[in-house]
Antibody
Framework: QVQLQESGPGLVKPSETLSLTCTVS??????????WSWIRQPPGKGLEWIGY???????KYNPSLKSRVTISVDTSKNQVSLKLSSVTAADTAVYYC??????????WGQGTLVSVSS | EIVMTQSPATLSVSPGERATLSCRAS??????LAWYQQKPGQAPRLLIY???TRATNIPARFSGSGSGTEFTLTISSLQSEDFAVYYC?????????FGPGTKVDIK
């Protein structure tokens, strides 16, 4: 079973870039078996799909965030990364790394809270 | 974008009773509909996919039905561990979208 662990700064300043890493075990980020997604959840609110990467290079992003998002993989470290630029307070959320065998979300990391504040 | 709605927002149920949660899509998503359970402080957990297929290790008291735009999640006999928030999600078209959730609490 795939296990996912998010890591990164818990506090980011407005206008800066949010950078998170997801370390994967029990599966290969380059195998093509899984889609690797990021999903976020503002405190007390619902879930928003940010985007995914597949086969190390095929990406799909939510149009609402597309201009600011980059998802990539580091095959040598078996990690998936998320970068979100020009953040505002509205980007404060718990960010989840998620793996999918198809497009439903099978395995979730525990999530990491990122706050945007000066 | 396909908009998902869920009703009711909150459902108060006594342990042992049946709970019926509804999810509606703004356009047809065929059977590409999943349900998730989220408990406080935890990540969501996949319960149902393909509208009616239980995910691995999900108890049989959870069942899903529907297709097109109308879907239902039924919990046949609520256990204490089932009190949580439930989300539906469509994966028929990008961007994948979630409903706002139904909170099932103790009556």
């Amino acid at each position: 079973q795939v296990q996912l662990q998010e890591s990164g700064p818990g506090l980011v300043k407005p206008s800066e870039t949010l950078s998170l890493t997801c370390t994967v075990s029990g599966g290969s980020v380059s195998s093509g078996t899984y889609y690797w997604s990021w999903i976020r959840q503002p405190p007390g609110k619902g879930l928003e799909w940010i985007g995914y990467i597949y086969y190390s290079e095929t990406t799909k992003y939510n149009p609402s965030l597309k201009s600011r998002v980059t998802i990539s993989v580091d095959t040598s470290k078996n990690q998936v990364s998320l970068k979100l630029s020009s953040v505002t307070a509205a980007d404060t959320a718990v960010y989840y790394c998620v793996s999918s065998l198809d497009y439903k979300f099978d395995y979730w990391g525990q999530g990491t809270l990122v706050s945007v504040s000066s | 974008e396909i908009v998902m709605t869920q009703s009711p927002a909150t459902l108060s149920v006594s342990p042992g009773e049946r709970a019926t949660l509804s999810c509606r899509a703004s356009q047809s998503v065929s059977s590409t509909l999943a349900w998730y359970q989220q408990k406080p402080g935890q990540a969501p957990r996949l319960l149902i996919y393909g509208a009616s297929t239980r995910a691995t290790n999900i108890p049989a008291r959870f069942s899903g039905s529907g297709s097109g735009t109308e879907f239902t999640l039924t919990i046949s006999s609520l256990q204490s561990e089932d009190f949580a928030v439930y989300y539906c999600q469509q994966y028929n078209d990008w961007p994948f979208t979630f409903g706002p959730g139904t909170k099932v609490d103790i009556k």
